[in-house]
């Protein structure tokens, strides 16, 4: 293991003894709010602060009493994988008042609470920031009153504020996801499967509205992700005539022998005059025009409900803890912050620009400037739009541009959910472009053996909520025959290719690009997705179906777990997925709340496993019932499942015993995640647009000729940006013996999960993130959303 570079800083400066932070949950509920509340607790505690919990938000702040309470370590155990907020939430009117905001004030300071955690949404934000700005006045009226005395005043003379974002309709600015919004997408697409069958069945259309009153992200999103038809939105609300429109569109795909159609509305949708558009509408319109038997379903709460994704847990895990290191380096000239994701990467934003930014948009969609609201939303928001536009309408063969390139599609490796959403993806924006595009089916293999033709628009139709790969796919490296797969290039006059797959999809690409020199067939662009559940793709912090993966897993181990709950005390052993690569143990782990996780990239020996088991049985003498130990299927020959598991089982003797359980192929299988779908459609769109580009470029001489490194990339998910990167120079980021990256970003959380289990290590703050501008949080090339 590399030893910690002296440069980094590491928490143990940050020293949160004599401090007290106090953690609510405010307005309504959202999924992983429990994770948030867990990992602010623990972190606090780590760093030797007093935590509180403030019950019933806002209003147990003015009640106090009982209310605000100290929290333990264990007051936090098996919270992790519950829905909605277990310390309660409430919209409290008393807390708008000066005389609420007094009664506040003074208890926090009887409990000597200077520090704020408040989780909710832009409301409960804006109103820690009034709070905020009015303390040092509140606690001088509370020294008039005879309250409290003047040496409290210097003593809590600041407040200190950061905020966590909970909300299931994403519409908060300044962070690509909100706590909540990713287990929402989960409970709508649940729903949306699970309606397309019995619709197809029927022949029936369905129109389902999904919450958001004044933000479309639900709906847009899920759109997205289940191809639907039509999708109303407040942000962009349709052209006027937009009813004709949308019973054409109906009317053509059900002509194309598509058996259903499913139309989302969010709950807020407008036309251009304002005038809600409501799912009755809808559907009375679709009877009257086409005559189509039209059901409507309202998904309503069920979206605030349920166990939080393996995204909102992680998320709401990072945010907990990078919360207690903003408060702890906060001073009294800080502003109240928002601790946020952007791309890949925790920022800190200042709160009130966040509010403000927010709030602009509901302005410029009240004011009808309805392009302005959604670039205000974020270049996130914005290319969700642009991408469901070019994937769900088709233009009139006149419109599309003829371009005469044709490009192959392939999926290479091992199949991972979302790899159908990416080639249908790949199969629209390129016929969009005016290209010819050809299916290959079982990847290299197929190549050779001139399994290419042709596929059309339709061909590709519901092909996003569908698992594995319909393509077909193989680990056959194109090295053996790639001068067959030279003479098929000619054959089909093939001008590009777009590869999806794992580690062995960036080796033929290596492989065909080292090849370029020997033949010219292969001097074409070339571009690859990551498709892995693995996650061990260099050139990439994410890759298609390692969130169906990590969501799998997770789900398992809940399952697991629950399974001891009213017997005697037990560990289990479970075995994951991924090779040499510990990204789905690790991250698995931390999703899961599990005490250990061995994987290869961090070496350890029987002296660590010993210690394991020594921890695990102090926390079980005194409070958890359960553990949870994860170990990669690679992480060492000699320490196998089976011998960690007898190591267990003996040295546990007398305190807990074990069960061990190896997850294998499930992690493979099942319908994407909403993530997965939606990650794999927009990169996607994005390399068929570099292709066009490369296509373009590289045109001479009635030809296309590319030779250069640049014209052969893995397009990947970088920090905070979507970049294509030429694979050669991904080579010497690679250990190609154990099929890794040499440097992986997650390898950070590691010591999170440690310290959310109660061990005592060293945490990286260096990467940690600093206060930011909200206009400026935004890079250019960025897609911005890892997420959505």
Request: hydrophobic residues 40%; neutral net charge; glycine residues 10%.
């Amino acid at each position: 293991m590399a030893q910690p570079d002296s440069k980094k800083i590491f928490f143990e400066n940050l020293s949160g003894a004599g401090k007290a932070i106090a953690v609510l949950t405010s307005g309504g509920d959202a999924q992983g709010m429990n994770a948030a509340v867990r990992a602010v607790v623990r972190m606090g505690l780590y760093v030797g602060a007093k935590v509180y919990f403030i019950h019933e938000g806002y209003q147990g702040m003015v009640d106090g009493g009982e209310n605000i309470r100290e929290a333990t370590w264990e007051s936090v155990s098996s919270m992790l994988q519950v829905g909605g907020t277990v310390i309660g939430s409430a919209r409290c009117k008393e807390f708008r008042t000066h005389e609420g905001r007094l009664k506040a004030a003074h208890n926090l300071v009887l409990r000597g609470i200077t520090n704020l955690c408040v989780i909710g949404g832009d409301g409960s934000l804006t109103g820690a920031n009034l709070f905020r700005e009015e303390w040092s006045g509140l606690l001088g009226e509370l020294v008039e009153q005879g309250v409290i005395d003047a040496d409290a005043v210097q003593k809590y003379s600041a407040l200190h504020i950061v905020g966590m974002v909970g909300s299931i309709d994403n519409d908060f600015c300044g962070t690509d996801m909100t706590i909540g919004t990713d287990s929402a997408l989960h409970r709508i697409i649940e729903v949306v499967d699970a309606i397309m069958t019995t619709a197809q069945s029927h022949q029936r259309t369905f129109v389902l509205e999904v919450m958001g009153r004044h933000c479309g992200y639900l709906a847009l999103v899920s759109a997205l992700a289940c191809g639907a038809d039509w999708v109303l939105i407040p942000e962009m609300p349709p052209e006027d005539g937009w009813e004709d429109k949308m019973c054409q569109k109906l009317s053509a795909n059900r002509a194309g022998m598509k058996r259903l159609n499913i139309i989302i509305v969010a709950e807020g949708a407008i036309d251009r005059n304002n005038k809600v558009i409501t799912t009755d509408y809808i559907k009375n319109l679709v009877v009257k025009c086409l005559g189509f038997d039209t059901r409507v379903t309202i998904l309503g709460h069920v979206q605030r409900g349920g166990t939080p994704s393996a995204f909102d847990r992680i998320l709401a895990s990072r945010m907990g803890v990078e919360a207690v290191l903003a408060l702890l380096e906060t001073t009294a000239n800080t502003p109240a912050c928002v601790v946020s994701l952007c791309g890949n990467q925790s920022v800190r934003l200042p709160l009130m620009e966040c509010v403000q930014m927010t709030q602009e948009v509901q302005k410029a969609m009240d004011e009808k400037r309805f392009e302005e609201a959604v670039k205000l939303r974020g270049r996130s928001f914005e290319n969700n739009l642009k991408t469901y536009k070019l994937l769900a309408h088709r233009k009139p063969e006149s419109e599309l541009p003829h371009s005469n390139f044709n490009v192959a599609v392939l999926n290479v490796g091992a199949p991972a959910a979302g790899m159908n959403a990416a080639v249908r993806s790949a199969i629209r924006v390129g016929i969009s472009e005016g290209h010819k595009m050809f299916a290959v089916s079982d990847g290299f293999e197929g190549f050779y053996k001139g399994q290419i033709k042709e596929i059309k628009w339709g061909d590709v139709g519901g092909w996003t909520g569908q698992g594995g790969s319909l393509l077909g796919t193989k680990r056959t490296l194109p090295a053996k025959h790639v001068d067959k797969i030279a003479e098929q290039m000619r054959e089909n006059n093939i001008n590009a290719l777009l590869v999806i797959g794992g580690f062995e999809a960036f080796e033929s690409l290596l492989q065909l690009y080292e090849a370029r020199a020997t033949y010219e067939e292969l001097c074409i662009p070339m571009c690859m997705l990551p498709a892995t559940i693995s996650n061990n793709v260099p050139g990439t912090d994410l890759s298609i179906g390692a969130d169906t993966a990590l969501n799998a897993i997770v789900e398992t181990c809940d399952r697991i777990k629950q399974s001891a709950s009213g017997t005697k005390r037990r560990v289990f052993i479970i075995e994951t997925m991924g090779g040499y690569c510990g990204y789905l143990a690790s991250v698995g782990g931390l999703a899961a709340g599990a005490d250990a996780a061995y994987i290869y990239e961090e070496p350890f020996d029987i002296r660590d496993l010993q210690a394991n088991v020594e921890h695990l049985t102090e926390k079980m003498k005194t409070s958890i019932q359960r553990g949870l130990v994860l170990r990669n299927e690679n992480c060492n020959e000699n320490y196998t499942t089976d011998f960690i598991y007898q190591l267990y089982s003996e040295e546990g003797k007398g305190v807990f015993d074990s069960r061990k359980n190896v997850l294998g192929h499930m992690q493979q299988g099942g319908a994407p995640s909403p993530f997965d779908r939606n990650f794999g459609t927009k990169i996607s769109a994005k390399a068929m647009q570099w292709v066009t580009k490369k296509l373009t470029e590289t045109f001479r001489q009635g030809r296309v000729f590319a030779n250069t490194e640049d014209s052969c990339c893995l397009l990947g998910m970088r920090r905070r940006a979507l970049v294509f990167q030429p694979v050669v120079q991904l080579k010497e980021q690679t250990d190609f013996v154990h099929r890794i990256p040499k440097e992986q970003w997650w390898l950070k959380l590691r010591p999170l999960m440690k310290i959310l289990a109660k061990y005592k290590t060293s945490y990286d703050v260096s990467d940690s993130g600093q206060l930011e501008h909200v206009v400026h949080n935004r890079p250019k090339e960025s897609d911005a959303s890892v997420a959505m």
